[in-house]
């Protein structure tokens, strides 16, 4: 699973002004399932990951800090 979240960092969805929005979910569980991740447990973590993703990202990006490297 950790694997997958760290490439999760090339299947962010982006807001058209600015700032992170979400993951790719479909993607994510496709790289799932092909990484042999059981899909009901990625269903199920990954929107909580996503959540914290997000936030850290959005606050790194409004503080000016970093770009947005690793999470």
Same mark, same amino acid.
Do not use: C, W, Y
């Given at each position: *699973?950790? !694997? $997958?979240?760290?490439? %999760?960092?090339?299947?962010?969805? $982006?807001?058209? *002004?600015? +700032?992170?929005?979400?993951? !790719? =979910?479909? &993607?994510?569980?496709? =790289?799932?399932?092909?990484?042999? /991740?059981?899909?009901? %447990? &990625?269903?199920? $973590? $990954?929107?909580?990951?996503?959540?914290? /993703? /997000?936030?850290?990202?959005?606050?790194? &990006?409004?503080? #000016? #800090?970093? !770009? +947005? #490297? !690793? /999470?």
């Amino acid at each position: *699973m950790r !694997d $997958l979240v760290q490439a %999760a960092g090339g299947q962010l969805r $982006l807001a058209p *002004m600015g +700032g992170v929005i979400g993951f !790719d =979910m479909t &993607a994510l569980l496709a =790289m799932a399932g092909t990484r042999g /991740v059981p899909l009901a %447990a &990625a269903a199920e $973590l $990954l929107p909580h990951i996503e959540a914290v /993703v /997000v936030r850290k990202l959005n606050e790194q &990006a409004a503080s #000016g #800090g970093g !770009d +947005g #490297g !690793d /999470v």
